[in-house]
């Protein structure tokens, strides 16, 4: 079965960190450009990072000098660290692997930050 899962979300306080997970199966993640969305309740999609299969990485103005995407190919699982997060960093977090003829999304983690 093909599929993608994120893990590693959760509820953090203000100036927390977290780092989510993409675990890939059924398929080589390493083949694929890879994109980290969210989605904050009543707002659109966003995109917040990605990372492409030659190891290009591009992050969002808003997540800039707090998040690294990284990719470890042994776990076939790309990772975003997420530091000092803020509460409007509060959303559903997904990843996105595409190529052409493919492209598979997880089902998100919820990022909940709060006092």
């Known amino acids: 079965q093909l599929q993608l899962v994120e893990s590693g979300g959760g509820l953090v306080q203000p100036g927390g960190s977290l780092r989510l997970s993409c675990a890939a199966s059924?398929?080589?993640?390493?083949?694929?450009?890879i994109g980290w969305f969210r989605q904050a309740p009543g707002k659109e999609r966003e995109g917040v990072s990605c990372?492409?299969?030659?190891?290009?990485?591009n992050y969002a103005d808003s997540v800039k000098g707090r998040a690294t995407v990284s990719r470890d190919n042994a776990k076939n699982t790309v990772y975003l660290q997420m530091n000092r997060l803020n509460p409007e960093d509060t959303a559903v977090y997904y990843c996105?692997?595409?190529?052409?003829?493919?492209?598979?999304w997880g089902q998100g983690t919820q990022v909940t930050v709060s006092s």
């Open positions: 059924g398929f080589i993640l390493d083949n694929y450009d």
């Open positions: 990372l492409s299969s030659s190891g290009a990485t």
């Open positions: 996105n692997a595409l190529r052409s003829g493919g492209e598979y």
